[in-house]
């Protein structure tokens, strides 16, 4: 669903926030580098392995490619993984959008949101439950 104005003031300039898309994007891409290294020290045994085709240098060559493109490869699809679930956050659970004019910050599935210095509505946040 896009949305085309607020439902506050029912201005039309918003923007998108991403805040957990930005964060997810940031975190998997440092937790995919760092389980990289794993998959880099086993590059680097295969590059080693298929150095050995080219003496003396490619053993060398071999493993430092090899570690290489298993820290980069895992960096890259830990940002994507790390992105992916951002959005779905953003999307599903943040409000996800702010308004320039009045600043309201609300989300694309609902009305209910949230203002600077307001909590959040409920559903069920004006009941009162009795046992």
Do not use: W
């Amino acid at each position: 669903m896009s949305l085309n104005h607020c439902p506050k003031c029912k201005s039309d300039h918003i923007l998108p926030r991403n805040i957990a898309a930005r964060a997810g994007g940031t975190i998997g891409t440092v937790a995919g580098a760092a389980s990289g290294i794993g998959g880099a020290i086993k590059g680097a045994r295969i590059g080693r392995t298929a150095g050995m085709i080219a003496p003396p240098a490619g053993p060398l060559v071999g493993t430092i490619a090899g570690a290489v493109l298993g820290g980069i490869f895992g960096g890259i699809l830990g940002c994507e993984v790390g992105t992916t679930l951002g959005k779905a956050v953003d999307k599903n659970i943040l409000n996800n959008y702010r308004c320039v004019a009045c600043s309201h910050t609300f989300s694309d599935s609902s009305t209910s949101s949230t203002s600077p210095g307001r909590e959040s509505e409920t559903p069920f946040s004006h009941e009162v439950y009795q046992q």
